[in-house]
């Protein structure tokens, strides 16, 4: 199956800045991908030349088939995009808007209109966008972005200024679209959320790419320790357990709390062995390196010197 994005040692300059370096990477239908990295690691610039508002230095970028520094890119069509900082005629309703948006991608102006009700914006549909809150904008800016059910989504800071809840509605709806076919790239500084959500994770620093694959695999490369978190009956306070492995480093919590840093190969060996000693387990907790851990870890690596 053809690639919705391929990008293929793409560089963009301006002047002596290379905004992006090198990069090649593949966005493939049905995907939800997180872009992360810190402000000017190149996020935004990559999401700008898939939308065909800039051009590379060097290397192609083809989004639905086509070139978006070319004259004609039909199939802009079937983007959605919601930058990180939205902007809308303060005069016209969000109603409006929404119409204004629907008639310029040639789109049901129907379906248009009932997303302003996904996004929590019913209620203040026929109110003027300058009345609206930071939040509200940027709910706006979200029904905008999903019209006509775009083959590719791109998203920059999406949930800025939304509440949990709203937040919730957000993904709950992009998650949909992803498994009814949509490709949906994600760029946020809330690690937490994208952790729980992104099924593939692209790590850039400062226009480098340093990392690309699911959390699994992201895990496999880095080797973090795990924490695992057993609490045990019978303990007395300053006991060292009898099951750990000599040069385990661990830490006791609130008494009978032992927690421990393991290696991934070491997991299940150390669970048999407090197994084996019989020792009474009240609860126990395995917590993987988490994306927060991940991300400084490739970050760290990137900067060492080769």
């Known amino acids: 199956m053809t690639p919705r994005v391929q990008a ?3 560089t963009k300059r301006y002047g002596r800045i290379e905004a992006v370096s090198g990069i090649s990477f593949e966005l493939r239908q049905g995907e939800m991908v997180a872009l992360i990295g810190h402000n000017g690691a190149g996020k935004t610039t990559l999401m700008k030349l ?3 508002l800039i051009r590379p230095t060097q290397g192609r970028v083809q989004v639905l088939g086509e070139d978006p520094a070319a004259g004609q890119f039909s199939a802009r069509r079937h983007l959605g995009y919601l930058p990180e ?6 005069m016209l309703t969000g109603r409006e808007t929404q119409l204004f948006y ?6 049901a102006v129907a379906k248009a209109l009932k997303l302003l009700e996904v996004v929590g914006l019913g209620a203040a549909a026929d109110r003027r966008v300058g009345t609206y809150s930071k939040g509200m904008r940027q709910r706006l800016g979200l029904a905008q972005a999903l019209i006509g059910r775009p083959q590719l989504l791109l998203l920059d800071e999406p949930t800025t200024g939304l509440d949990p809840e709203l937040r ?5 709806v992009i998650q949909r679209l992803a498994f009814e076919g949509s490709t949906v790239l994600l760029s946020s500084h809330a690690l937490t959320e994208l952790e729980e959500r992104a099924g593939r994770v692209i790590i850039m620093n400062r226009g480098v790419k340093v990392a690309d694959g699911s959390l699994g695999e992201l895990r496999r490369l880095a080797r973090l320790p795990a924490r695992i978190r057993i609490k045990v009956s019978g303990l007395a306070s300053g006991e060292t357990p009898s099951w750990l492995p000599a040069s385990a480093p661990y830490r006791r919590l609130n008494g009978h709390i032992v927690e421990i840093d393991a ?21 126990l907790d395995v917590m993987s390196p988490s994306l927060d851990e991940l991300y400084a870890h490739f970050l ?5 010197p080769q």
């Open 8 to 10: 293929t040692e793409v």
């Open 50 to 52: 898939m939308l065909g």
């Open 85 to 90: 900082y939205v902007s809308f005629d303060a």
């Open 102 to 107: 629907a008639r310029l991608k040639r789109e």
């Open 168 to 172: 919730q509605t957000f993904y709950e």
């Open 263 to 283: 290696a991934p190969e070491q997991k299940i060996d150390l669970l048999r062995r407090v197994i084996a000693t019989g020792t009474s387990i009240e609860d």
């Open 300 to 304: 760290r690596s990137a900067e060492r």
